[in-house]
């Protein structure tokens, strides 16, 4: 326990090395998330039979956990141990992971209650400790590097999650759903998850924790969490963070109960689509990373939060397409689309409340802003799995018809169950993105101006990892034909003028 206190003075060089570990570390988080969220976790709740309501209380463990941090936020303040906090809850919380492997084998209501109760207490220690971490990584990482170290730890969370995510996709594939093979397969993820978020924990407490200030005195929780709601600017960001968490979790838990039981595609080619989905996040992680710390992250979000939602609205294209090809190859799109989208919106939104934090003191504004957080995306799948039952039974069509003398076409658009939640998430989120334009952020430039930077940064890219030549002459013959034009133009005119002397003379 001693090696988990914190440091009264951190070194320069103990502060790089605490950074790099943070990096690696991102390979063992990430795999036990990889193994046991998204996905699988939805998966892992149809096999044991759950219902959408089921599915939508799940969903929302993650998020209503972290109303804990409000006595956590007292227990950072009180004890001043951050990194003890981070890796006792952590060790903890993750031990639960073991019993849901057990679960793998087992079926019906008693099953799903335990599982819920043992995925309840893994968030709700994981809430408390994300408050001391999120504080602790706020102080140990300079704040001219939070978007490259947060980039690279990403990257890595992403690579693990894409390679797990193909072996489960396989696993998943070999087979049958209901028979035992599938529980082993289920068990085996959970069991590594649990082993991988324990080596995770060990690599946090071998990073070094800066001393927090003095306390200003006695602890006043409600007067702690009033100066944020103090700070306009901040509770601005607030209210774009709580209808932005509210439309995205509105839909996106039952991504796969709508491919599943829907468009009826196994949950193997859920798994290759949340590939796809990593693929692009790699792919555009380093771009956002740059262009958030060239510029503001408020810049990259007015580019990454609209491309999501009109991604989200797309989805309502797979119900309507009737050849299976082609939603496959639709699906797959939008999954990549919004791979690369949510990488920005992830990486900025993360950096930009740190930002807006008070380096010393970010305690309450990091928890506040985790609050409300929680109460947004975890009331959302709560209520759409309760609403499951209102759409089913209901559907919207919408026709367009073209008449002329060949005849007419007619373009039917039929909005059933899982669209319409497609439909006001895509609604909610034009709210939010309304809500980010009134947030002030030092350093931020036009959307216009963004996308240029965007395509940029696309160009350049192409360029460095392009190995053939051909391909990057083309990139550079804009470039090259503009040159040449210019050089011929400087010429006609130096002739002219050479003209205009000879005919004065």
């Not at 262009?291 to 007015?302: G, H, M, P, Y």
Request: with cysteine; net charge positive.
């Amino acid at each position: 326990m001693a090696k988990l206190l914190p440091q009264p003075e951190v070194t320069e060089a103990e502060r790089e090395r605490g950074l790099r570990l943070l990096v690696i570390e991102a390979a063992f988080s990430g795999g036990t998330a990889a193994l046991t969220t998204g996905v699988i976790l939805t998966a892992f709740a149809l096999h044991l039979g759950a219902s959408n309501a089921m599915v939508g209380v799940l969903a929302s463990a993650p998020f209503l956990a972290q109303l804990l941090q409000l006595p956590a936020i007292g227990m950072v303040e009180r004890r001043r141990r951050r990194k003890q906090i981070a890796v006792v809850t952590s060790l903890i919380g993750r031990a639960m992971l073991a019993v849901m492997a057990v679960l793998a084998f087992f079926h019906g209501t008693g099953p799903l209650m335990v599982f819920l109760a043992a995925q309840l207490l893994l968030c709700g220690l994981g809430a408390i400790g994300a408050c001391a971490w999120n504080a602790w990584m706020r102080d140990l990482a300079p704040e001219e590097q939070l978007g490259k170290v947060f980039a690279q730890r990403t990257v890595w969370l992403t690579a693990i999650s894409l390679v797990l995510g193909l072996v489960a996709a396989l696993a998943l594939d070999w087979t049958a759903p209901g028979s035992m093979a599938r529980n082993v397969v289920f068990a085996s993820m959970f069991l590594a998850g649990c082993i991988t978020g324990l080596i995770s924990a060990r690599v946090v407490a071998a990073m070094p924790e800066p001393l927090m200030p003095p306390a200003p005195g006695e602890l006043r929780l409600l007067e702690l969490l009033s100066q944020p709601l103090r700070d306009h600017n901040f509770k601005r960001l607030l209210v774009f963070v709580a209808s932005w968490q509210f439309a995205i979790n509105f839909a996106t838990p039952f991504f796969t109960v709508f491919i599943v039981r829907q468009l009826h595609f196994n949950v193997s080619f859920v798994m290759v689509l949340s590939v796809v989905s990593q693929i692009a996040n790699i792919a555009a992680l380093r771009m956002w990373g740059t262009l958030s710390d060239r510029f503001a992250n408020k810049s990259v979000l007015a580019v990454c939060a609209p491309t999501y939602i009109l991604a989200i609205v797309g989805m309502i294209g797979a119900s309507q397409l009737g050849d299976r090809d082609l939603v496959k190859i639709w699906l797959m799109l939008l999954h990549a689309i919004m791979g690369a989208s949510i990488a920005g919106v992830t990486l900025t939104s993360t950096n930009i409340a740190l930002k807006l934090s008070p380096k010393g003191s970010a305690t309450a504004y990091v928890a506040t802003n985790a609050m409300v957080t929680a109460v947004a995306a975890g009331t959302a799948p709560i209520l759409g799995g309760l609403l499951a039952d209102f759409f089913a039974a209901r559907e919207f069509e919408l026709v367009a018809r073209w008449s002329s003398p060949n005849g007419v076409f007619s373009l039917p658009l039929l909005v059933t169950q899982w669209d319409f939640y497609f439909l006001i998430a895509g609604i909610i989120g034009l709210y939010a993105i309304h809500r980010l334009t009134l947030v002030e952020e030092h350093g931020e430039i036009e959307r216009r101006e963004m996308v240029g930077h965007v395509l940029d940064e696309t160009r350049r890219t192409i360029r460095n990892i392009s190995s053939v030549a051909g391909l990057r002459a083309a990139t550079d013959l804009p470039g090259a034909l503009l040159r040449d034009a210019r050089l011929r133009l400087r010429l006609k005119r130096a002739q002219q003028a050479k003209t205009r002397r000879h005919m004065q003379a």
